[in-house]
């Protein structure tokens, strides 16, 4: 199949350093082998959208000249593709209803990859409308392999424990959604930040109950700030100076082992950085702060 890849940033604020990384990775990737790069808005999640911020980081993108194929996709306009896939997880009884609070939770949960392992407390009761849908999984090890860090594994049911597809606000989640969109697209290469590594094990279950293929995935190297985190809207990270996008564009491609490219246009930057893309020494996950 043709390589189709994609960028699915979500619009609760501007994009920042990090988001650059993560999206000049998966474009040099579709770009260097002939294939398409698609665009996606993960605004689902509605509560947590800023007005404005999808403008935003549509002009920024344009700014740093990234182009991609097709139309932009919108997971708000998606939401009946949701419920299909959920009303055939509930049919094959892979959904229950949950009443826990977090606080519940905490109380009962051991701690496994990225947080508390739900306990199984509501297995026993069928999916209904006025509550959560947890997703029950199989007591199997998911393993897939990335393009970077080699072979990579997880016991589903206890390292991630059974999670939820639809919060009782009746909001879609991430895992359900991004697993509908990427089948919906076509898409055969996830090039995304390493800090979404965990979820992958999720996405495969999910991809195996509803008799999806599983694309290629690499996972690139987060970016850290000054204190050791993550590079994100939640630690205030500054946004991309639309008007200066060479400087940036310059240290995103050195972060992921480009070298330096020294360009004096958008135009030569992106014919310098999809040339060498094939040879990046792509740095060791978490291994690099920007410089």
């Excluded at 090890?141 to 970077?148: G, K, V």
């Amino acid at each position: 199949m043709r390589y189709r890849g994609r960028f699915a940033p979500t619009p609760s604020g501007p994009l920042h350093f990090g988001s650059l990384v993560a999206a000049l990775g998966g474009c040099l990737d579709a770009r260097a082998r002939g294939g398409e790069w698609l665009l996606r808005i993960e605004d689902v999640d509605t509560p947590r959208v800023v007005a404005g911020a999808a403008d935003a980081i549509l002009r920024a993108l344009e700014a740093f000249g990234f182009t991609w194929d097709g139309p932009v996709v919108w997971q708000s306009r998606r939401t009946e593709a949701y419920r299909a896939a959920l009303e055939r997880l509930r049919a094959d009884g892979r959904l229950y209803a949950c009443t826990c609070s977090r606080k519940d939770i905490a109380a009962r949960a051991r701690v496994g990859i990225d947080g508390p392992v739900y306990p199984g407390t509501c297995r026993g009761r069928p999916a209904r409308a006025d509550a959560a849908l947890r997703f029950r999984v199989s007591d199997v090890r998911a393993r897939f392999r990335d393009r970077l860090l080699g072979e990579v594994g997880c016991d589903l049911a206890s390292e991630c424990g059974d999670f939820v597809l639809r919060r009782v606000d009746g909001i879609y989640t991430y895992q359900l959604a991004v697993v509908v969109d990427d089948a919906g697209q076509g898409i055969t290469d996830v090039v995304r930040g390493a800090d979404l590594l965990t979820s992958t094990p999720r996405q495969i279950a999910l991809q195996d109950a509803l008799g999806l293929e599983t694309p290629r995935y690499l996972h690139l190297p987060v970016v850290l700030d000054a204190a050791g985190d993550k590079l994100s809207k939640q630690t205030r990270a500054a946004p991309l100076d639309i008007a200066a996008p060479l400087p940036a564009l310059a240290r995103a491609a050195r972060f992921l082992g480009l070298g330096d490219i020294e360009a004096g246009s958008l135009a030569e930057f992106w014919a310098i950085a999809v040339a060498r893309w094939p040879t990046a020494r792509i740095p060791p996950v978490r291994a690099m702060r920007p410089r």
